[in-house]
């Protein structure tokens, strides 16, 4: 059974979950509109994986026999002034995800509750990644610049991403 203190915190890392597939689906549509397709797909991949995140915490939270109880999501921003712009809030964004995962560990460790520990393990892991790829994209986009070819060339990359 999870406590009323992990409870409210799991249902509030779902909103967060939900709430980052928003915004990687605004920054989506705004590389769309931009003519950048390949960005574009890269973060529909990642839209698709937010979700998939907030759906394991759905799941967790019934396992455990606890309620769901969705919060509203804020309006993401919808307009940035260049790829390396989208790219700076999505490493920004992953970090807060970090600290958010951070958190919800240590109210889970201090309610002494080791099955949500575990799950959120995973989660941990799962961080260190999103870290890393959206740091080599800002990277990448460092080296790119301005120049307008070397844009098309990481757009066709980043648009070879695979679902996961």
């Not at 973060?43 to 309620?67: A, I, N």
């Not at 969705?70 to 490493?91: C, M, N, R, T, Y």
């Not at 509750?113 to 890393?132: A, G, N, R």
Request: aromatic content about 10%.
């Amino acid at each position: 059974m999870l406590t009323k203190a992990v409870l409210e915190a799991l249902n509030d890392q779902i909103r967060f979950e939900f709430s980052s597939a928003y915004v990687y689906l605004s920054m989506s549509a705004h590389c769309e509109a931009e003519n950048l397709p390949g960005f574009a797909r890269w973060l529909r991949v990642q839209w698709e994986e937010e979700l998939k995140h907030g759906m394991k915490l759905f799941h967790f939270v019934f396992e455990r026999g606890g309620r769901v109880t969705l919060q509203g999501i804020e309006k993401p921003a919808g307009k940035w002034k260049s790829p390396a712009e989208v790219f700076d809030h999505v490493l920004a964004h992953e970090q807060k995800v970090t600290a958010s995962i951070h958190r919800l560990y240590d109210v889970a460790t201090r309610e002494k509750d080791y099955p949500t520990q575990v799950m959120l393990q995973w989660f941990i892991s799962e961080q260190v990644e999103e870290e890393k790829n959206a740091t080599e994209i800002v990277e990448l986009l460092k080296l790119a610049g301005s120049s307008g070819p070397a844009l098309l060339m990481v757009d066709r990359q980043l648009g070879a991403r695979a679902k996961e």
